[in-house]
């Protein structure tokens, strides 16, 4: 009698379940009739929305992947309906869920979510992010929607950060997440070579056509335009590229010989294409710099001397080569052209106007002041407008030579805290760990100079995981030398 009455439940759910589906594809198919394809589009993602937030929430590590491989894609779906809908929403929606879900099974654990995080860069981000909650308030700046868009958008970010401390809190999670952004990161490169080999889809140059300043700033000499993959824009691609690249490289050079190091070969060559096609020049200084850093680290090294050659050479054939014809290595070859370079000296000459300003505003112009952003929240701003091109003249610009110096301090602690656990450890595999956080890290730091380089997905989902990565190897390290 149980039986049979399990059965009959087994066949009620399978019934309810045939219905649901069954209304839902003709709720779907009335709706496409009724207003169009893109409609079914979006109930569709509305559909596939419902379940990544249910999947999150119970399962945090899903919730934290997910919002990775949506960083990564979410550019596409918005070029495909470009004019119907942003979608940019999804992910902030995620990583709060995902946030929930962890605290939800702390709370069940009995066990809290900052447990095992007292740290030097921890307190130094406490410290920063008091300073952005008074900055929200910078009298300088009168827009109250554009304060409560920062707030919503920093808090997006510190919100990012827990998860990843929270997520990545084994070795064994923290190689996972490893392998987990080349694949996916090498994927991206390799539809960047796509898109040079092969050419932009349909909806791509759509896009691109549909704004005349788009097509101004991606076009190049042989009127193709730079690659951004699937991406937001050429210069976010190409420094993504340019980070992730060092980051394969260092499982190259300090990994075991294994046949692992073949696939990481294969993955730093899509994503060194991929950065050469997107044209960014500031993605060439931060991988040349990123290998400088490491050289430094590891100059004891035979690996290392090798590794100098190496780049010598290569570095030499790329710019004295005789090759004249090639759009990308001329592009390449102009990084290093400072005095051919019009838009360099146009971000001197920019800078060097804006120095007064930054000397009379201690904690800057307020927030959401500089650029397009500017003149939208904040119009008639002395900074609205103003191209600040660089992630550093930003933050000075906004938050002053007071905000400038807290964030300075801040990426020097992340980096010194990373280097000083990559000194006193002796496991291979963890300093390997540790060089693959600490070096993308200085690159995409450095990256800041030029461009504005931290703060959008999926580059977030780099920045800070490797931040959170450092601080959980120094715990997991501190707390097995406290058993020896």
Same mark, same amino acid.
């Given at each position: 009698?149980?039986?049979?009455?399990?059965?009959?439940?087994?066949?009620?759910?399978?019934?309810?379940?045939?219905?649901?589906?069954?209304?839902?594809?003709?709720? *779907?198919? *009335?709706?496409?009739?009724?207003?169009?394809?893109? @409609?079914?589009?979006?109930?569709?993602?509305?559909?596939?929305?419902?379940?990544?937030?249910?999947?999150?929430?119970?399962?945090?590590?899903?919730?934290?992947?997910?919002?990775?491989?949506?960083?990564?894609?979410?550019?596409? #779906?918005? /070029?495909?309906?470009?004019?119907?809908?942003?979608?940019?929403?999804?992910?902030?929606?995620?990583?709060?869920?995902?946030? @929930?879900?962890?605290?939800?099974?702390?709370?069940?654990?009995?066990?809290?979510?900052?447990? &095992?995080?007292?740290?030097?860069?921890?307190?130094?981000?406490?410290?920063?992010?008091?300073?952005?909650?008074?900055?929200?308030?910078?009298?300088?700046?009168?827009?109250?929607?554009?304060?409560?868009?920062?707030?919503?958008?920093?808090?997006?970010?510190?919100?990012?950060?827990?998860?990843?401390?929270?997520?990545?809190?084994?070795?064994?999670?923290?190689?996972?997440?490893?392998?987990?952004?080349? @694949?996916?990161?090498?994927?991206?490169?390799?539809?960047?070579?796509?898109?040079?080999?092969?050419?932009?889809?349909?909806?791509?140059?759509?896009?691109?056509?549909?704004?005349?300043?788009?097509?101004?700033?991606?076009?190049?000499?042989?009127?193709?335009? /730079?690659?951004?993959?699937?991406?937001?824009?050429?210069?976010?691609?190409?420094?993504?590229?340019?980070?992730?690249?060092?980051?394969?490289?260092?499982?190259?050079?300090?990994?075991?010989?294994?046949?692992?190091?073949?696939?990481?070969?294969?993955?730093?060559?899509?994503?060194?294409?991929?950065?050469?096609?997107?044209?960014?020049?500031?993605?060439?200084? #931060?991988?040349?710099?990123?290998?400088?850093? !490491?050289?430094?680290?590891?100059?004891?090294?035979?690996?290392?001397?090798?590794?100098?050659?190496?780049?010598?050479?290569?570095?030499?054939?790329?710019?004295? @080569?005789?090759?004249?014809?090639?759009?990308?290595?001329?592009?390449?070859?102009?990084?290093?052209?400072?005095?051919?370079?019009?838009?360099?000296?146009?971000?001197?000459?920019?800078?060097?106007?804006?120095?007064? !300003?930054?000397?009379?505003?201690?904690?800057?112009?307020?927030?959401?002041?500089?650029?397009?952003?500017?003149?939208?929240?904040?119009?008639?701003?002395?900074?609205?407008?103003?191209?600040?091109?660089?992630?550093?003249?930003?933050?000075?610009?906004?938050?002053?030579?007071?905000?400038?110096?807290?964030?300075?301090?801040?990426?020097?602690?992340?980096?010194?805290?990373?280097?000083?656990?990559?000194?006193?450890?002796?496991?291979?595999?963890?300093?390997?760990?540790?060089?693959?956080?600490?070096?993308?890290?200085?690159?995409?730091?450095?990256?800041?100079?030029?461009?504005?380089?931290?703060?959008?997905?999926?580059?977030?989902?780099?920045?800070?995981?490797?931040? #959170?990565?450092?601080? /959980?190897?120094?715990?997991?390290?501190?707390?097995?030398?406290? &058993?020896?």
């Amino acid at each position: 009698m149980k039986g049979y009455l399990s059965y009959n439940k087994n066949n009620v759910v399978n019934i309810l379940l045939l219905l649901l589906l069954s209304a839902t594809a003709i709720f *779907i198919s *009335i709706a496409i009739s009724k207003l169009g394809s893109n @409609a079914g589009i979006l109930i569709l993602c509305c559909l596939i929305g419902l379940f990544l937030v249910a999947a999150s929430f119970f399962y945090p590590d899903f919730g934290f992947y997910s919002c990775i491989f949506l960083g990564f894609i979410i550019s596409v #779906a918005e /070029r495909i309906l470009y004019g119907v809908i942003t979608l940019d929403f999804t992910i902030e929606i995620l990583i709060y869920t995902t946030f @929930a879900g962890l605290v939800f099974q702390k709370f069940f654990k009995g066990e809290s979510i900052w447990n &095992n995080t007292a740290h030097p860069i921890n307190y130094v981000f406490l410290v920063y992010a008091i300073f952005l909650l008074i900055e929200v308030v910078n009298p300088n700046a009168s827009s109250v929607s554009g304060a409560l868009f920062f707030f919503r958008k920093t808090a997006e970010l510190f919100v990012l950060y827990i998860v990843s401390l929270n997520v990545l809190d084994s070795y064994k999670k923290i190689k996972f997440f490893f392998y987990f952004w080349i @694949a996916i990161s090498a994927l991206c490169g390799l539809y960047g070579c796509y898109q040079q080999w092969i050419g932009f889809t349909g909806f791509e140059l759509r896009w691109i056509k549909a704004d005349d300043i788009r097509v101004a700033i991606y076009s190049l000499d042989n009127g193709s335009f /730079r690659k951004f993959s699937s991406l937001t824009d050429p210069a976010a691609y190409g420094i993504l590229m340019g980070c992730s690249g060092l980051m394969a490289l260092m499982f190259i050079l300090e990994g075991p010989f294994k046949l692992k190091k073949i696939v990481f070969v294969i993955a730093l060559t899509f994503l060194l294409l991929g950065m050469a096609f997107s044209g960014t020049r500031t993605a060439t200084f #931060a991988v040349l710099a990123g290998v400088a850093l !490491y050289l430094l680290m590891r100059i004891n090294n035979i690996k290392t001397l090798v590794l100098v050659v190496f780049f010598v050479l290569a570095l030499g054939f790329l710019m004295f @080569a005789p090759i004249y014809g090639n759009v990308t290595l001329n592009r390449l070859r102009s990084t290093f052209k400072f005095s051919q370079d019009n838009s360099y000296e146009v971000r001197n000459t920019n800078r060097a106007s804006i120095q007064p !300003y930054i000397w009379s505003h201690p904690i800057g112009g307020g927030v959401m002041t500089t650029g397009t952003i500017g003149q939208k929240y904040n119009p008639g701003h002395y900074l609205a407008g103003f191209p600040s091109d660089s992630g550093l003249l930003k933050t000075a610009l906004e938050y002053g030579w007071i905000g400038l110096i807290l964030v300075c301090l801040l990426y020097f602690i992340i980096l010194q805290q990373g280097a000083h656990v990559f000194y006193r450890t002796k496991k291979p595999f963890v300093k390997m760990f540790l060089l693959a956080s600490v070096i993308p890290l200085f690159g995409n730091i450095l990256a800041q100079y030029s461009q504005v380089a931290i703060g959008a997905s999926p580059e977030i989902f780099l920045f800070y995981p490797l931040i #959170a990565i450092i601080v /959980r190897i120094s715990k997991l390290e501190t707390k097995k030398l406290e &058993n020896v």
